[in-house]
């Protein structure tokens, strides 16, 4: 599923190019279990600023016309772009989680380090199920 929900946020961030930019712009590469995904994220950011080069266009253009295509299929919106962000921003939070508890020998730095991050993540669930109580744009 997150693969997916990477993919279906880049659709959308291209069917909806004005609120997507925004979003885009604030994830960096942890934020994508796949590098292409991310190489993908920083393409579709450079598209949406208007500085796409010809050359990066016909290299990305399959790509885009399968999320172009996804975008329609799945019926774009920003409520459900706006979701999306913030699963990807709970992926990263887990992953840190995870890495942050197998090492079980945590000095008292870490311990805080692992702290913010459960803290974070509680935040993004909560923020998630607030979007998930609002009605969707559809």
Known sequence: PRERDERLFLAMCLALPERGRILLADLDVAHFSDASHWEAATHIRALLAGEDS????????PLLGELNALAAREAASEWALEELYWKLHL???EDGLKKMRENADLNESRQRELH???????SVLARLDAIR???PDR
Request: glycine share 0%.
């Open 116 to 122: 913010s991050l459960e803290e974070l993540r509680l």
């Open 91 to 93: 992926y990263r939070a």
């Open 54 to 61: 010809s050359e990066a266009s016909s290299r990305w253009a």
């Open 133 to 135: 109580a609002q009605p």
